[in-house]
């Protein structure tokens, strides 16, 4: 919605606008709910956005872009950072010529995730500044000051978002963020980039001196709020849970932190001072207060039984009253299901008919551990399903090693699960191994996205094609099938009883296009076959 120059915007989406606004020229990321629309709404505006194969890929893509000066701008979820935590640690060390912004996108509650971690660690860890919007403005005007931090310091800096910021719709007001950034170049500075011992140990120094730098511009100018009210109660808080606080305690003294690390402590100090009884707010992990009290800053927290799930006005209300009388329990829901549709049914059917120990992995699959299935005993991470599978197999008694079968799925297998297959190949199982990959021809979890096994790019354009069954065969695994379960399950169910019976290494391709983006992928291929008739024509005519 657009009057005037206020627009209604969700918090990706007013990030990515930050971003085309601020001349971001490249945007790279992997798809994961709660950051996903910001690199699809980037590409709607115009953006050069890309999907790339996992985050760690995704920040080496944005670093490289960064060190010839551009301004990048890197997305994921908050266990998507874990992947990208090696190249991370080592950037803030070397530092960056242009900008580069990394968004986490926490989801307190695992609304879609294996586990609520606390992010804000990260910045602390790798040594990082890091901002922390609360709603849809504060999204648009963080990720631009991001981007000037960034540049200012030449250091990477965290944007920290959750899932309420990022899918809740606030008015924006767009505004002139200053000039382009300049042309792209390259200079050199081995010194400075590579990370041998040698350069990295006064590379770290040089961080801790931004560090202090940028904590000091935070103290006396930073993006904090202190808003005096009644000095009776004092709220220190930031992102989200500042709104639950505001309209919880409106009355209350706020100091809402805007940078939470480095973390403005002076300025914390004083404010506890100003009141007579301090209050930490926030979601998740104890970050805030435990790093106020080991200051000597006398504050509350919140009870124990609030670190989990997401906060609410009326959750704040009881922390505030020192309420820890158990939570009404809320109702449930409809449990989530495979698609009635969903090629994946035979496949798990069929796990389940010949008892199968399954190492699972994340996508919409893992729906597979459910009635009427229970055809999945592990889901741990991101391709992990391949390492669990072979480690069950090097242990078990070989009557049940030979049950195991590792269950993977397309965009999850090329985001890191072709190391497990190397592994497999490299350390095989005296029993051989069954791995399976569900390839269904999209990121179906997340929306439908593309991925490097699609053969499209994230704007669904033409380009190369990652074959797994290629793959798996030049890596040597003999015993390579591809087959469509849909169409013929007693031929998958045939297939996977064979390999289970074999102690040799097998990869089972069970490929069926997923049924809510099967129109869609006809209408690429369609239009991808259309383009390359132009260009022939073309090519003849010239």
């Not at 950051?35 to 980037?42: A, D, G, K, P, Y």
């Not at 709603?135 to 030449?154: G, L, N």
């Not at 930031?238 to 805007?258: D, F, Q, T, V």
């Not at 590792?406 to 985001?415: A, E």
Request: include cysteine.
């Amino acid at each position: 919605m657009k009057e005037s120059n206020r627009y209604l915007l969700s918090g990706n989406e007013a990030v990515a606008q930050a971003a085309r606004d601020a001349g971001v020229g490249l945007g790279t990321g992997y798809p994961g709910t709660p950051s996903t629309e910001i690199l699809e709404h980037f590409a709607k505006l115009g953006g050069r956005a890309q999907w790339s194969p996992n985050e760690k890929v995704a920040l080496e893509v944005g670093l490289g872009a960064a060190f010839a000066r551009g301004r990048a701008l890197v997305t994921m979820k908050h266990v998507g950072l874990n992947v990208a935590a090696d190249p991370l640690f080592t950037a803030a060390y070397t530092g960056v010529s242009g900008a580069l912004v990394v968004v986490t996108a926490d989801d307190p509650g695992m609304a879609s995730s294996q586990n609520e971690q606390d992010n804000r660690r990260y910045a602390v860890a790798a040594g990082v500044p890091m901002l922390e919007p609360s709603d849809s403005q504060e999204c648009y005007d963080f990720t631009v000051a991001a981007i000037d931090i960034s540049e200012r310091w030449r250091i990477p800096v965290l944007l920290r978002m959750t899932t309420r910021v990022c899918h809740s719709l606030t008015v924006v007001r767009r505004r002139d963020v200053g000039g382009p950034p300049g042309a792209p170049g390259f200079e050199h500075d081995i010194k400075g980039r590579v990370m041998v011992p040698a350069n990295a140990r006064p590379a770290h120094h040089r961080l801790r001196e931004k560090l202090a730098d940028i904590l000091a511009w935070n103290e006396s100018s930073g993006p904090n709020r202190w808003i005096e009210r009644d000095n009776t109660l004092g709220i220190v808080t930031s992102g989200i849970a500042y709104m639950h606080a505001a309209e919880a305690a409106p009355r209350a003294s706020m100091l809402k932190l805007g940078m939470a690390y480095p973390l403005p402590v002076e300025t914390i100090r004083r404010f506890a001072g100003s009141v007579d009884r301090c209050i930490v707010i926030e979601e998740g992990d104890p970050y805030l207060v435990d790093a106020i009290r080991a200051a000597g800053i006398t504050a509350d927290g919140k009870a124990e039984m609030y670190r989990f799930s997401e906060l609410s006005v009326e959750r704040v209300r009881r922390i505030l009253a020192d309420d820890e009388s158990p939570e009404p329990v809320p109702p449930k829901g409809k449990p989530p299901a495979l698609c009635n549709t969903c090629p994946h049914r035979v496949a798990f059917t069929a796990l389940h008919d010949l008892d199968c120990i399954v190492a699972g992995d994340i996508g919409c699959y893992t729906l597979g551990a459910l009635p009427p299935f229970s055809a999945m005993d592990t889901c741990i991470c991101m391709g992990a399903s391949i390492g669990v599978g072979l480690g069950l197999r090097h242990t078990l008694p070989e009557d049940q090693a030979r049950r195991v079968v590792s269950v993977i799925g397309d965009s999850t297998f090329v985001h890191s699960g072709i190391t497990g297959l190397v592994e497999m190949v490299y350390n095989p199982p005296s029993t051989g191994h069954v791995v399976i990959i569900l390839d269904n021809g999209t990121t179906a979890m997340t929306g439908l996205q593309e991925h490097p096994g699609t053969g499209r790019t994230l704007d669904h354009q033409p380009t190369g094609k990652v074959c797994y069954e290629d793959l798996a065969r030049s890596l040597g695994i003999r015993n390579v099938h591809v087959t469509d379960p849909f169409a013929n399950p007693d031929e998958f169910g045939i297939l996977l009883k064979a390999a289970l019976g074999a102690s040799e290494l097998a990869v089972i391709i069970a490929r069926h296009p997923c049924l809510l983006a099967a129109s869609k992928i006809k209408q690429y291929e369609r239009a991808a076959k259309e383009q390359r008739l132009c260009s022939a024509v073309t090519n003849t005519g010239n």
